[in-house]
């Protein structure tokens, strides 16, 4: 056998050597069933089974704080979500830390364990509202319907969320978006429940006639 068959030969074998220590490395990772495709398939999606949140989220704040420490300064990330589902539950959470995602899901987290339940009345709020939380003052007033949502910045978005489509808001106090925020939902919490009651019809007595009365 010549010098040039023995090196082909040689190569071959290495070649198959390699390809059984890839299979069996394959093996150990994923097993040794062929992994099923799931695409083109109705209802076998991974995504179908995954469960849906049904609340919406929007982010009122994100900014960047710093903490002094021993060796200097430590940069966090603050953010300020509301979460609902238009349905009258609204809620606002709080959450730091050291990326953005990270401080984003605290704040969820933190806004469905303080969810509120907002009673709405044909699609607005059942009466006027005045509320002070610190130095955060606002104001609610019910609109007509068709009037739309009059307000702006952090309301607004507390609003939308809630589910309520006719209101007119005014901020009186501080500007900063948290405590607007805070005192939205103190003030959506603190709204009187209306009972709807139900109109009785008057009975009908049946009419007795004058002469079956004479005899």
Known sequence: MSEDKKVKTN??????????AAKTVAKDL??????????????????????????????????RVTRVMAGGKRMNFRACVAIGDKKGSVGVGLGKGADVTIAI???????????IKVPIVKDTIPH??????????????????????????????????????????KTLGTNNKVNNARCTIDALSKLRKVEVVKEK???????????????
């Open 128 to 169: 006027e509202i005045y509320n002070k939380l610190g130095a955060a003052k606002i104001m609610l007033k019910p609109a007509q319907q068709g009037r739309g949502v009059i307000s702006g910045g952090v309301i607004r978005a507390i609003v939308d969320l809630a589910g309520i489509k006719n209101i007119t808001s």
């Open 105 to 115: 899901n605290k704040a969820v987290n933190r806004a469905k364990k303080t969810l």
């Open 30 to 63: 994923y097993g040794g069933e062929k992994r099923k495709s799931f695409r083109g398939r109705k209802g076998d999606s991974r995504r179908n089974n995954e469960p849906r949140d049904e609340f919406e989220q929007r982010i009122l704040e994100i900014a």
């Open 11 to 20: 190569n071959s074998q290495a070649g198959k050597t390699d390809k059984g």
């Open 201 to 215: 019809t008057p009975e009908v007595k049946p009419v007795e006639n004058k002469e079956e009365k004479k005899k």
